[in-house]
């Protein structure tokens, strides 16, 4: 009897034992895996607040195991086929966490600089969720992750960076902001001590034109000003003199070398549709929005274009992989021409208000 009595109660011990290791894939839907908004309009009004909260169950596999979790966002396009979701953005959750909330600074950038989706516009985003049990051993575990699947509408923006700047301080009767602003820096797009923007000297009040200092954003006590000579500066000195004034200059200060370069520029469109000529269509510069505008433009869907300077290629801008624009002038030669994606009448817009780094167009 006690021989049977230790048997049974080993058999049962046993089947208790093995019933806890059991593994039962839990269901996609069990996960109730969801987001807080369908959609989402991102723009520097929303950095500081939660724009999006993704928040689902905990994953039950039956046994006595702890999964893991994370989101991978991509385009749909990438969802299907044998590549599927192979472009990701993988973002792995703390464990325990069965939700992850979003700054919109923090959402904008993985839009916006990792999926590379376009700013300005609505785009459709998939958000997959992962639960997969990992192995303590750091090997592929042979239970299959599970997924769960959702999209939503996503509109980015076009985040400007503000890069260490030289900011303009007016001389003699020429006033500027007090603080930095879109039209009066020079920036350092790689910090360091090379800086570069576009000034409009709207005065002639200056000894050779306007008058001006260099104030830095990293230290107010650096004012750069004249140097002795029209392309070179001091911290000691009075005011710089940039001519000829009234115009509108590319600017370039080595904050290292004491040297400031100016050049007069006037920007046109050259392209498919106009033969490529560098003087036909011009853009005007608006001194009350700081940009440079062409209206009535024709272009067609399929041809390119470049904006170019004072009648040539020296000074020109064309964009890069990502679609952003990039100097593609002497002596650097760079750039992709800028698409056409439809055929019509446009207004082009170029904007070199915010300094290297932050030069911007549209085309509407």
């Known amino acids: 009897m006690i021989y049977t009595f230790l048997f049974i ?16 894939p839990p269901t996609a839907g069990s996960l109730a895996f969801k987001t807080s908004v369908s959609s989402v309009v991102l723009s520097a009004a929303t950095d500081a607040s939660t ?17 893991t979790y994370s989101l991978e966002f991509d385009l749909p396009a990438d969802t299907s086929g044998a590549n599927a979701w192979a472009n990701a953005v993988i973002v792995k959750l703390p464990a325990g966490t069965l939700s ?33 049990v990992n192995q303590n051993t750091g090997a592929v575990s ?19 960076i503000e890069y260490p700047a030289l900011i303009v301080k007016g001389g003699n009767s020429w006033k500027t902001p007090t603080v930095r602003s879109n039209g009066f820096v020079l920036t350092s797009s790689k910090f360091n ?48 003199y940039l001519s000829p004034s009234p115009a509108y200059m590319k600017v370039n200060a080595d ?23 560098t003087s036909s269509t011009p853009l005007v510069y608006n ?5 440079w505008v062409a209206a009535n433009v024709s272009l067609t869907a399929g041809k390119t274009f470049v904006f170019t300077a004072n009648g040539g290629y020296d000074i020109s801008y064309k964009v890069d992989a990502t679609g952003a624009l990039v100097y593609s002038g002497a002596p650097t030669w760079g750039g992709i021409n800028i698409p056409i994606t439809k055929t019509g009448i446009f207004t082009i817009t170029l904007d070199l208000s915010a300094g ?8 509407k």
Do not use: H
């Open 255 to 277: 904050v290292d070398a004491l040297t400031i370069t100016y050049t007069p520029v006037k920007f046109f469109i050259s392209g498919d549709d106009n033969g490529w000529s």
């Open 142 to 160: 042979v239970i299959k992750p599970i997924y769960s699947s959702l999209t939503m509408a996503v509109n980015p923006y076009k985040a400007t």
């Open 287 to 291: 001194a009350t929005t700081m940009k």
């Open 51 to 67: 724009v999006v909260t993704f928040n689902f169950k905990a994953a039950s596999f039956g046994a006595n195991v702890v999964p």
């Open 100 to 132: 992850k909330a979003y700054l919109g600074s923090d959402f904008n950038s993985l839009l916006a600089n990792q999926l590379l989706l376009p700013t300005g516009t609505v785009s459709t985003l998939a958000i997959r969720l992962k639960a997969e």
């Open 9 to 24: 109660s080993l058999f049962f011990g046993c089947k208790k034992d093995a019933s806890t290791n059991i593994i039962t």
């Open 356 to 363: 290297d780094g932050n030069y911007t167009y549209s085309v």
């Open 193 to 240: 001590s090379k800086y570069e923007g576009y000034l409009n000297l709207p005065n002639a009040d200056g000894y050779g034109g306007d008058a001006f200092q260099l104030v830095s954003s990293k230290d107010a006590t650096k004012v750069y000003g004249w140097g002795g000579t029209a392309t070179t500066m001091n911290l000691t000195g009075g005011n710089l």
